[in-house]
Structures are given as structure tokens and as C-alpha cells.
């Protein structure tokens, strides 16, 4: 069993997404919704909210040739959207069940194929 880290130096991330240091330190100044954490040294920790941030923005820019403020836009309505509530339904506990198990199976190969990365 393979333990998922917390957090992640900007090398591991940088490594990870196949982007330079220099140029995650630069989207941080660009992008709000991007503030990894930082160490008593000063050190960037990204978590896995993180990543998924600068998988985006790497996705926008590179792929879908969006402008840095297009990009920006974009992660702010995603944002937005995000912290909408959401509509509550009261499903019977046996569905509950299911819904948490097939959850839990797909949180499980999130993790599984992250670690291949």
C-alpha cells in the first residue's frame, strides 16, 4: 500500500507536470487561487488541490492557448462555481452505501493512478 503525501516540494511538482520551477513561482503571481504553503524555510508546499490548480492552468495555456488573464478568469469561475451550494437529496441509507463504497473505489484509483504519475 503506497501512502499519499500530503505535500509536495515545488521539484516533486515541477517533475510531476512536467513544468520548470522558475515557471510555477511565476503562475503563483498571476494566479490568486494558486498559494501553496510554505515551510518555516520558506519552502513551497503544494498539496494535491494544488497540482490539480496548476494541471489546469498548464491545460489552459499549453492545449486551449488561453491568455494568462483568460486562464485566470476561467479558475475563477471554476472557483465560483464551486462554492455554489448544492442541492441536498435525502437518499435511503442503503443508497447511501452504495454511493460512499463506489466513492471510496474511485477516490482509491485517483490515488493509484497519481502515484503512477
Known amino acids: ?15 510531476l507536470i512536467g513544468i520548470k520551477p522558475y515557471v510555477l513561482r511565476y503562475w503563483e503571481t498571476e ?4 498559494k501553496p504553503r510554505k ?3 520558506g519552502n513551497r508546499k503544494y498539496s494535491a488541490d494544488d ?3 496548476l494541471k489546469d ?10 491568455t494568462i488573464e483568460g486562464a485566470r478568469k476561467k479558475l475563477a469561475q471554476k472557483k465560483d462555481k464551486k462554492n455554489e451550494p448544492q442541492m441536498e437529496i435525502d437518499f435511503p441509507t442503503e443508497q447511501k452505501n452504495k454511493v460512499n463504497k463506489i466513492k471510496e473505489s ?3 484509483l485517483k490515488e493509484g493512478l497519481l502515484s503512477r504519475v
Open 1 to 15: 500500500m503506497s501512502m499519499k503525501k500530503f505535500y509536495y516540494s515545488i521539484g516533486e511538482v515541477s517533475n
Open 31 to 34: 494566479f490568486p487561487t494558486l
Open 39 to 41: 515551510n518555516s524555510g
Open 51 to 53: 497540482i490539480d490548480v
Open 57 to 66: 492552468i498548464k491545460y489552459m495555456l499549453y492545449e486551449q492557448k488561453f
Open 106 to 108: 474511485l477516490l482509491d
